[in-house]
């Protein structure tokens, strides 16, 4: 019985020891990459299906709080805005001048017909707050790390991340529901050094439940940490 105990002991502390870094250690650094006090971001929008190719490009104010104000500058939806407030999203559509309010389980529909959803590319905030996590898998190169929502409402209930080991950027994401069925898969690369951070400048998503396609996208310019008027993130400033 003792050496069955003893056994059991061995286990549990090497199975501490697994891993070279702690895994709070590696989501501070994965925060710190995708967290900024405020953003502005330019990038165009290749969006691949069976009808063919399309692009847009669009232009992204962001603050730390998760609001984000999104507008269409070039392509078939150019002059379309989406403000992101809370734990809502503001469509504005220029042509019939209406503002739509989107909430809940909307918020992972399509953005624009593309393979990312309104939640993939609005608000911010750390992994510590919405997901517990673990460890799963060290290589040479990743961490795979284990993400389980804390709260019903995260649009994914769980997630597979892979962090690269040098500049701790998630390079390949699975995006999944509560059961675990698999709705999305993000890959990313072209990582570029940003200040203090690390940013993949190339992001493509694949939409695993219309089994077609894919999005990608292209980040052209990126500042950080610059003011921001206020007003851009009111549903008053969606009209104008």
Do not use: H
């Amino acid at each position: 019985m003792k050496k069955i105990q003893l056994l059991i002991l061995s286990i549990a502390i090497i199975s501490t020891n697994l891993f070279a870094v702690d895994v709070d250690t590696i989501i501070e650094n994965y925060d710190n990459n995708t967290i900024f006090n405020t953003s502005i971001l330019k990038s165009k929008v290749i969006i691949k299906d069976s009808l063919g190719t399309s692009s847009q490009k669009i232009i992204a104010y962001s603050r730390k709080n998760g609001d984000t104000l999104i507008e269409i500058t070039q392509g078939p939806d150019a002059g379309q805005k989406v403000l992101r407030l809370n734990s809502s999203i503001f469509l504005y559509y220029p042509n019939a001048n209406q503002i739509i309010r989107l909430q809940g389980a909307a918020l992972k529909e399509s953005f624009m017909g593309s393979d990312f959803s309104y939640e993939d590319l609005s608000g911010d905030e750390s992994i510590k707050n919405k997901y517990d996590y673990t460890i799963v898998e060290e290589t040479d190169s990743s961490y795979i790390i284990k993400l389980d929502a804390k709260s019903r409402k995260e649009p994914y209930q769980k997630q597979l991340l892979t962090i690269d080991k040098d500049t701790f950027v998630c390079i390949e994401a699975t995006l999944m529901s509560s059961s675990g069925r698999e709705l999305r898969k993000m890959k990313a690369s072209d990582i570029r050094q940003i200040g203090n951070k690390y940013v993949a400048f190339d992001i493509e998503m694949f939409d695993l439940l219309k089994n077609q396609g894919s999005t990608k996208m292209l980040i052209e310019d990126l500042d950080v940490n610059i003011s921001l008027d206020n007003e851009l993130f009111t549903t008053d400033n969606l009209s104008w």
